[in-house]
């Protein structure tokens, strides 16, 4: 399976964009990149997904390089709430049956 | 419309007792999967499903057995519970396999084996 690198962790303020990196340089032309992020004590929950195109929805913006070799997870006003471990996975369909395989994610802090 | 939920949603075992974790999901999902989740070392699947009556194994299935036999439903056994199973538990669906669509997730159990 294609492999992700995220930072371990970035710092916000509240009400201020945040951009997480995410790079992929071994991406497969029919890998979708996914998004998830956890809070405390929760399970993981979808955020956001693309194949080649940037993609809005009403949690966040993803960002695609023309490459596909990385993206960027755009948070457009963090609060507080966002605090979570965010992870960029890799979703390929296939004989790989789209199984998700979590990496480390980027531990996302927010100051008030 | 309540998605995945998952019960107990916490239990603590002793060694070499068994027991089975529920998962159910109201979408009408495919396919299903059930992660374990350990400090430091991520989510890791253990086994999943792509249609009611089928499983496979997963990264980490080693002490486990997975059912579906109805496709709301997928159920995790652990027939004799060890202190390195003490994790948290995640059963999630997805619509199909295809990477065009993302999985929802429970909100988990915590066991606990002593």
């Known amino acids: 399976d294609a492999k992700t690198t995220q930072p371990n962790s970035m710092e916000s303020n509240e009400e201020e964009p945040v951009h997480l990196p995410c790079n992929h340089s071994t991406i497969s032309g029919t890998d979708y990149i996914h998004w998830y992020r956890q809070l405390p004590s929760q399970g993981p929950e979808y955020v956001i997904h693309?194949?080649?195109s940037n993609v809005n929805n009403r949690m966040a913006s993803l960002a695609i390089a023309e490459d596909r070799k990385s993206s960027t997870l755009i948070l457009h006003r963090a609060t507080l709430r966002d605090a979570a471990v965010y992870y960029c996975i890799l979703r390929a369909g296939g004989t790989s049956y789209g199984k998700l395989t979590f990496g480390q994610g980027t531990i996302l802090t927010v100051h008030p | 419309n309540a998605g995945v939920t998952q019960t107990p949603k916490f239990r603590v075992l002793k060694t070499g007792q068994s027991m089975t974790l529920l998962c159910a999901q109201d979408?009408?999902?495919?396919?299903m999967y059930w992660y374990r989740q350990d400090p430091g070392m991520g989510l890791r699947l253990i086994h999943y499903?792509?249609?009611?009556?089928?499983?496979a194994k997963g990264e980490v299935p080693d002490g486990y057995n997975v059912s579906r036999l109805k496709k709301q439903n997928f159920l995790l056994g652990l027939e004799s519970a060890a202190p390195s199973q003490t994790s948290v538990y995640f059963c999630?669906?997805?619509?199909?396999?295809?990477?065009?669509?993302?999985?929802?997730f429970g909100s988990g159990t915590r066991l606990t084996v002593v």
């Open positions: 999630a669906s997805s619509k199909t396999g295809s990477p065009n669509y993302g999985y929802t």
């Open positions: 979408m009408n999902h495919e396919y």
């Open positions: 499903s792509v249609g009611e009556g089928t499983t």
């Open positions: 693309g194949l080649t």
